[in-house]
């Protein structure tokens, strides 16, 4: 993901990859949109994940992901909130941190897209 984030111009700041979803924080291209990003991260981690997947049950990613700006102020903070994920996800399942992190930032979203992925998620336990 990394070298995905360079190849476009992207500046890494903090990354957390979560069984049922990744937090990625960069510094944003003058050059690539973010839609550009987003999609050749999912080709990319598609292929290497499907390398460790059962074929039988392919590692697909959804089509949809949330994108949130950000000011140089709360960097620092979102790189620990970040980093603390483990610990975070104690306490809050994918569904209520997606839901706590689109009410603080008032974010306006269609429940119709919260219906439709979440339902997608499926982790299996070792």
């Not at 990354?15 to 050059?31: A, E, G, K, M």
């Not at 290497?48 to 140089?72: I, L, S």
Request: hydrophobic letters at 30%.
């Amino acid at each position: 993901m990394v070298n995905v984030c360079k190849k476009h111009g992207f500046k890494k700041i903090e990354i957390y990859c979560n069984p049922d979803h990744v937090h990625l924080l960069v510094q944003n291209s003058p050059t690539t949109a973010i839609s550009t990003l987003i999609q050749d991260l999912k080709v990319k981690s598609n292929l290497v994940m499907n390398r460790y997947t059962d074929p039988r049950r392919p590692f697909k990613w959804q089509r949809e992901y949330a994108v949130h700006g950000y000011t140089a102020q709360h960097i620092a903070r979102i790189a620990e909130y970040i980093r603390n994920q483990p610990e975070h996800h104690k306490t809050y399942t994918f569904e209520e941190e997606l839901r706590l992190i689109l009410g603080q930032t008032e974010t306006e979203y269609n429940e119709e897209y919260l219906t439709h992925i979440l339902p997608e998620i499926e982790i299996e336990s070792e």
